[in-house]
């Protein structure tokens, strides 16, 4: 059965910094795995998708990259901005099930 | 830019009562999906539905939930008899492809007292 854990569950930093966020899952069979932001009590907004043929996926100040032999994935936002604060959600697609294993998320305030 | 929508955003209904949650799906998509997260819990999958039928479901979808797509554009989630621990949010997603990038409506908070 796979599982998607995310570190940290928290995360509070100045605006301006890099960070780097953490994801990893047990079966490393994927299809592809999916960034997601959900502001709270909102909706899920799709962020990148990383084929399971890729190793990074870019948009803007965000990258994603994927290991998925060691079952890990990173989403990078570069010069965070208050704006940024929210809950970001990774998810994967086993090709055998066609549905989304999520995460937990982890909630990232980005402060003035 | 096109949007999966979900209608109503906020649901409130007593034990036992059945609720019809509604979606449209972006309209070239084929792929539908229902998902649920319970306040503070990860996002779990209920179910997927293609070509008229369900593709996949969950444990969780038992026999009080079934999904229709009643006409070209809507879908639908029905519980039959709703438990408390049916509180939830419930989203909505559609795709183009199976394994392609899936797209989420903003979801029905479903509370059941």
């Known amino acids: 059965k796979q599982e998607v854990t995310q570190i940290p569950a928290a995360l509070s930093v100045p605006e301006g910094e890099n960070l780097v966020l953490n994801c990893s899952f047990t079966?490393?069979?994927?299809?592809?795995l999916q960034w997601f932001r959900q502001d709270p009590g909102k909706g899920l907004t799709s962020l990148l998708l990383?084929?399971?043929?890729?190793r990074e996926q870019t948009s803007g100040r965000l990258n994603a990259s994927l290991d998925k032999s060691s079952g890990r994935s990173t989403l990078y936002i570069a010069a965070s901005q208050p704006g940024d604060s929210a809950t970001y959600l990774c998810?994967?697609?086993?090709?055998?099930?066609?549905?989304?294993?999520f995460g937990t998320g982890t909630r990232l305030q980005v402060t003035l | 830019e096109p949007e999966v929508t979900q209608t109503p955003s906020h649901q409130v209904t007593q034990m036992g009562q059945e609720v019809i949650l509604r979606c449209v799906p972006i309209s070239n998509h084929l792929y539908f999906y229902w998902y649920r997260q319970i306040l503070g819990q990860k996002v779990e999958f209920l179910v997927s539905f293609y070509n008229n039928e369900i593709s996949e479901k969950s444990e969780i979808f038992d026999d009080q939930f079934s999904v229709e797509r009643p006409d070209g554009s809507n879908f639908t989630l029905k519980i039959r008899s709703t438990k408390l621990e049916d509180s939830a949010m419930y989203f909505c997603?559609?795709?183009?492809?199976?394994?392609?990038?899936?797209?989420f409506g903003a979801g029905t908070r479903l509370s059941v007292l």
């Open positions: 990383i084929q399971s043929s890729q």
């Open positions: 998810a994967v697609y086993t090709g055998t099930a066609s549905k989304l294993t």
């Open positions: 997603a559609s795709s183009v492809y199976r394994d392609g990038i899936q797209y």
């Open positions: 079966d490393s069979a994927i299809y592809n």
